[in-house]
């Protein structure tokens, strides 16, 4: 029993958290912990070619490390360089296993411009299959890249 009654003068204190505070600092360790990683994400659409039923097409999913890209600079269908050397399609296949020795985890991109059709994208695609690549990415250069 109160005589005065003083709980019912006296202030409670209220806890709370900053909502703006709170995400504003999530965002910031979101962007950190972003900017600081050391992968990269594949550029294009890939395509899984490692099964024997037809191929999966699909987004691009994981990030990959620059050393696990392999790239194949595709225009037209004699404009095939590889590594720094121009090859016909057949050729590529016995360079693809040459390469895959040496990295057991790539896929290989390949960049192009529209030129390519898609009857040599499909011996490419057979090539690197019969080379031990499991997966293609498929990137399109834009006409800034290609003029540089």
């Given at each position: 029993m109160t005589i005065v009654n003083i709980s019912s003068k006296v202030r409670k204190t209220e806890v709370s958290v900053d909502a703006v505070a709170l995400f504003d600092i999530l965002l910031i360790a979101l962007m950190m912990s972003m900017l600081s990683s050391k992968f990269i994400l594949s550029p294009g659409m890939g395509i899984d070619i490692g099964a024997d039923s037809l191929p999966e097409i699909s987004a691009t999913e994981n990030a990959l490390t620059d050393e696990d890209i392999c790239v194949l600079n595709a225009s037209g269908k004699s404009m095939l360089i590889?590594?720094?050397?121009?090859?016909?399609?057949?050729?590529?296949?016995?360079?693809?296993?040459?390469?895959?020795?040496?990295?057991?985890?790539?896929?290989?991109?390949?960049?192009?411009?529209?030129?390519?059709?898609?009857?040599?994208?499909?011996?490419?695609?057979?090539?690197?299959?019969?080379?031990?690549f499991k997966r293609v990415q498929i990137a399109a250069r834009n006409a800034a890249e290609k003029n540089a």
């Open positions: 590889f590594e720094g050397e121009i090859f016909a399609v057949p050729a590529l296949q016995k360079h693809f296993a040459a390469t895959k020795a040496k990295r057991k985890n790539s896929i290989l991109l390949i960049k192009t411009d529209k030129t390519l059709d898609t009857q040599t994208l499909l011996e490419i695609c057979n090539a690197a299959k019969s080379g031990g």
